[in-house]
Structure formats: C-alpha cells, structure tokens
C-alpha cells in the first residue's frame, strides 16, 4: 500500500518532491561513475599495448607504445607546438561549421517546409552530396586558392550535408496531430512555428548539427592537408613525411581529444533547450 494514503494531497505532493530531491544526488553520482567507466577501455588498451612492447611480444617501431607517444605529446606541449596547431584547427573547424550549419539549416528548412522549395532544390543537392570530399579540393584551391578560404570552404561543405539532412527530414517528419492541436488552439502562423513546430525540430536538429560538427573534424583533416602550414591535419602530414608515426598518433589523439571537447560544449549548450523533454534515456 502506498505510503501516502491517508495523506492529504499537498503533504503527498511535497513528500514525493522530498523523496526526488534525495534521489537526484544519486542520480548525478551514477551517472559520474558511469562517464568515468567510460575511461576504463582506452586506458586498458593502452596499458595493455605498453605491456605488450615492454615484453618484446609486439613490434613498437610502427605502432609506439603509449609511453613515448605521451612523451612527443610533452615536447609539442612544451614547445608551444601543440597549441599553435590545435588553435589553427580549432579555428578553422570553428568558422567552417558555422558557415555549414547556417547554411544547411536555413536550405533543410526551406526544402523541408515548402514542396516547390524541395522539387526545386533537393534533387541537385543530393547529387552534390554525393561527391567525394576529395574532389572539393582542386575546385577550391583553383577559386580562393591554397590559404584560409579554401580549408574553410571544405569543411562549410561537409558540415552543410549532415545538418541540410536533418533539418529537412524533421520538418518533413513532424506529427500531424500536435499541428492540428495548434489549430483547434487557434494559434497564429507565428505562435504554430514557435509554440509547435519548432520543438518538435529541436532533437533532430541538434543531433544533426552534432553529426555536422563530427564531420568537420573530419574534412579539416582533408583541408590541412592541401598545402597548410599549421594545424593538426599538417603535424599528420609532418609526421608521415620525417617517418615519426609517433608524431602522428600524437594528432590523432590530439583530434579525439578536441572533437570530444567540442562534442561536448555543443552537447551543453543545447542540453537546457530540452528539458522539456520527457524520455526514458535514463532507464534504456
């Protein structure tokens, strides 16, 4: 029987507010054994590959054991190197994504709410979508040149793909029943776009300007790699070139790292716009 029979209705409802604030700090420490949980596989790898170079059963010229990739990581740290690269990286993934992101939401929104917009549009995007981001590179090279425009046109392009998608998808997607809701409330085309359509976007949107970020990680490789003289996709370059694979599992970790970085400021930056949302992502 429940514990709050006989109880009258504000006394029960302030006693389960009780019981939900003395719960939520469990809640956050689980959830911060978990996250860090999530550590333990790559630190098991590597110290399980140190272990194995150390015994002579693994070869560590190719692959370095983690001691002295760590210790490159030190020296391109302390040179100021390491810095110098991530903040060109940084920069340029920066404005590329911004550019992307506006651009393939404002076009995902047209095609996605207007069928003249989509007839039009839609067929000879998915076609540039299509295109391997490699043969981006000569175009732009050839329009803005070797320098900042062409790198940050490239990652435009591959940021604008992924978030044109799904923008376009989720107001394609949008359940006709809350619209109808929104017109037996008698809202106005105004009050129906931000009252009604723009939440139901929001989850799919977000994830699909996560989905664009991670890709513009991804072209800013391809974008270092034609003729920069910084950055990490250029220390990859460097490090191929002079023989020093651990030079280039240096910048890979150094592009897992920052990737996660900004995965995550973008995650905390949406995460409040959402908490409308009632889902059980906590009991899957």
Do not use: C
């Not at 903040?87 to 993934?93: Q, Y």
């Not at 981001?133 to 990652?155: C, N, R, T, Y």
């Not at 109808?180 to 359509?197: H, K, P, Q």
């Amino acid at each position: 029987m429940s514990s709050t029979v006989g109880i009258a209705p504000a006394e029960a409802t302030q006693t389960t507010a009780t019981q939900a604030v003395a719960v939520a700090p469990a809640r956050r420490a689980g959830r911060l054994r978990l996250r860090l949980a999530g550590l333990l596989l790559p630190v098991l790898i590597a110290a399980l590959w140190e272990a194995l170079v150390a015994a002579g059963l693994a070869n560590g010229r190719l692959m370095p054991p983690p001691s002295v990739v760590g210790a490159t990581l030190r020296d391109l740290a302390a040179s100021g190197e390491l810095l110098t690269h991530a903040a060109a990286t940084l920069w340029r993934v920066g404005a590329g994504f911004g550019i992307g992101a506006a651009a393939g939401t404002v076009l995902g929104a047209l095609t996605g709410a207007l069928p003249v917009a989509r007839a039009l549009l839609d067929p000879t995007l998915q076609a540039l979508r299509a295109i391997p981001s490699i043969a981006w590179v000569p175009l732009f090279i050839l329009w803005f040149g070797i320098f900042e425009a062409s790198k940050v046109a490239l990652i435009a392009v591959g940021v604008f793909f992924p978030v044109y998608l799904g923008v376009a998808a989720a107001i394609l997607g949008i359940d006709r029943k809350i619209v109808e809701v929104g017109r037996v409330f008698r809202l106005s085309r105004l009050a129906m776009v931000r009252r009604v359509l723009l939440p139901a976007i929001l989850p799919d949107w977000f994830t699909a300007l996560r989905g664009g970020l991670g890709l513009g990680f991804m072209f800013v490789v391809a974008a270092e790699i034609m003729g920069a003289s910084e950055g990490l996709g250029y220390l990859l370059v460097d490090g191929q070139q002079l023989g020093r694979p651990d030079t280039i599992i240096a910048a890979i970790i150094a592009f897992a790292v920052l990737g996660k970085l900004a995965d995550g400021v973008l995650l905390a930056l949406t995460r409040p716009l959402l908490r409308w949302q009632d889902t059980s992502r906590d009991r899957l």
